[in-house]
């Protein structure tokens, strides 16, 4: 499940160059690539539906038909809005809480060289701790309510978060800083109309890369022990070898998180509407 | 005596340089950037310095703003010492660095809101600017929006607009291509005719510098220092367009360029 990188390395939002493809695909060509987008949907679910109990068997892998039913059957029942009420609140804590105390923190010891230093290894050593490991400490120490998903998730945002702010106000451009203090800014004006507003780049990529991971967070912590959200749901499906129900949730956990993406996306390019375009294309290509 | 009669000339020069020398520690020598350098400069005196590439001029223009501070010698601004950085010395160097994050219009009042400005009075000042150097109707527009000449010119009213008494260049058209370069030259100097500032413009540019100038300051090769100091006679308003066929830029462009070939050369030796 650790499928986090290194970020104490965050991939530079500067330095993202337009991907060749984006670049071919422009313009009327996109128009073939959506049909080849979605031919290949409907192959991919083709074969899957067509298949089911001729070359895979339907008890392991279901069926988008099955799938589909199960998906709609789980849209009129409360226990589900419940479920996806409570995986809601624990994501968003999280992400709050974890993003908050990242910035915060990163923003303090760009300014603070002497403790950052003293501090860096300690951080690095946190980092490497593989979050699931600690999973089930967590639910000792929090107990097993909402507070054990929330932090899980935290910790996870919190470093993205960190180095992001990081690297952010630390690979400010020395000369827009020395093109201030000659146009008279104080050192605090130099921070907060230079450096801040120069860093806000990365803290808000940062803030992107991170969303999936709060979601992850609070999944494990729900497969831990918890008796609501969408991970306990998951859990007792599989658990119960309902594969169609699993494969329900999963999907609908996927659009969940493509949504929010989406939105998330139109807010930074709205942000970042300053930096040259193909930079926030490129971006975008990502996802 | 001697003492007063410094004194004196201190007073009524708006900068001064007294032997002035830079020498920069490398790993295993020292490299002379500046040496014995004495130079006085009055207000309203449009200086224009010129010298072959690695010469020194930018480290001369480091230590009258104040960003360097010099190995021996005094410089003085109003007669008093430069330690640091100071507002009413302003700077514009031959790469834009616009904000990016700002737009026209705020990078150019950016030095007004760092003293507190009125928001309001800083878009009257920034749209009058910009008008001035025909960029109305980009305030709007983001640097990288821009092209490079439209950034520069930018770059030349956010140190025009907050005022300072003596203005450095430092190339400033340098990465321009010449139609781009001649039509900033021209916006310059009908600024300047209006402001009369003290400006000190350094140019690798030797029609740039006679026909911009009032006073052609010519530095060595390294180690730096003046060789000559001509006053350009030329009238103004000046035609920066025409200005080539003058004849009294074509004397003092012959006579310089003598020297100026001579510096070059050994440049290149060494």
């Known amino acids: 499940m650790q499928t986090i990188k290194n970020p104490a390395m965050p991939s530079s939002p500067k330095k993202t160059s337009k991907p060749l493809a984006s670049r071919i695909f422009d313009g009327e060509n996109m128009r073939s690539v959506q049909l080849g987008r979605i031919l290949l949907t409907l192959f991919f679910i083709g074969t899957w539906q067509l298949g089911a109990g001729r070359i895979f068997e339907t008890f392991y892998f279901s069926k988008p038909s099955a799938i589909i039913a199960h998906l709609w059957k789980e849209l ?12 809601s609140v624990e994501m968003f804590l999280g992400y709050a809480f974890g993003a908050i105390a990242g910035i915060v923190l990163g923003v303090a010891l760009s300014r603070w060289e002497y403790v950052s230093r003293v501090v860096d290894p300690f951080l690095l050593a946190l980092n490497s701790i593989p979050r699931i490991a600690v999973a089930p400490l967590l639910i000792v120490w929090f107990g097993i309510d909402m507070s054990s998903k929330v ?6 945002v919190f470093f993205i978060m960190f180095f992001n702010t990081l690297s952010g106000v630390r690979s400010v451009n020395r000369a827009y800083c020395d093109i201030a203090r000659i146009q ?45 959200g969408l991970g306990y749901r998951l859990n007792y499906y599989s658990t119960s070898y309902n594969t169609t129900g699993a494969l329900a ?39 | 005596m001697n003492n007063d009669l410094n004194a004196q000339t201190r007073s009524n020069a708006l900068l001064s340089m007294e032997g002035v020398a830079k020498q920069f520690s490398g790993r295993d020598r020292q490299v002379v950037a500046l040496q014995n350098t004495d130079l006085e400069i009055f207000a ?73 400005v009125p928001e309001k009075e800083r878009h009257d000042r920034a749209h009058s600017w910009l008008e001035r150097v025909g960029l109305a109707g980009f305030e709007k527009a983001y640097p990288h929006e821009l092209s490079g000449g439209m950034r520069q010119r930018g770059n030349i009213v956010r140190t025009l607009i907050y005022e300072p008494s003596i203005i450095l260049m430092d190339e400033p058209f340098g990465p321009l291509d010449a139609q781009t370069r001649i039509s900033l030259q021209e916006t310059l100097l009908s600024i300047w005719e209006s402001t009369r500032s003290t400006v000190v413009f350094i140019t690798h540019d030797l029609t740039e510098a006679i026909a911009l100038g009032d006073r052609v300051i010519l530095m060595s090769a390294r180690p730096g220092r003046i060789v000559r100091d001509d006053k350009v ?23 310089i360029w003598q020297d100026l070939a001579a510096q070059v050369h050994e440049h290149a030796n060494h």
Request: net charge neutral.
């Open chain 2, 233 to 255: 006679e030329i009238s103004r308003p000046r035609d920066v367009f025409f200005i080539q066929s003058d004849p009294q830029f074509r004397r003092l462009y012959d006579e």
């Open chain 1, 76 to 87: 009129f029942d409360t226990g589900f809005y419940y479920d996806l009420w409570i995986t």
């Open chain 1, 249 to 287: 949730i999963i999907i609908f956990m996927m659009i969940l998180m493509m949504a929010l993406t989406t939105v998330v996306d139109k807010i930074e390019a709205r942000l970042l509407r300053w930096r040259p375009s193909h930079l926030n294309a490129a971006e975008n290509f990502k996802v």
């Open chain 1, 151 to 156: 932090f899980l998730a935290a910790t996870l």
């Open chain 1, 184 to 228: 008279g800014a104080s050192e605090r004006q130099i921070f907060t109309k230079v450096m801040l507003p120069s860093a806000s780049s990365w803290i808000i990529t940062g803030l992107k890369m991170s969303l999936p991971f709060a979601l992850v967070g609070v999944i494990i912590g729900e497969f831990m022990v918890s008796s609501h």
């Open chain 2, 44 to 116: 309203g005196e449009f200086i224009t310095v010129v010298g072959p590439s690695g010469c020194g001029k930018s480290t001369l223009l480091n230590l009258i703003a104040g960003l360097m501070a010099p190995s021996e010698g005094t410089v003085r601004f109003k007669g008093k010492p430069v330690v640091g950085v100071d507002r009413s010395i302003g700077y514009i160097t031959q790469q834009d660095n616009l904000f990016p994050w700002l737009t026209l219009r705020d990078n150019v009042a950016f030095p007004l809101e760092l003293v507190g």
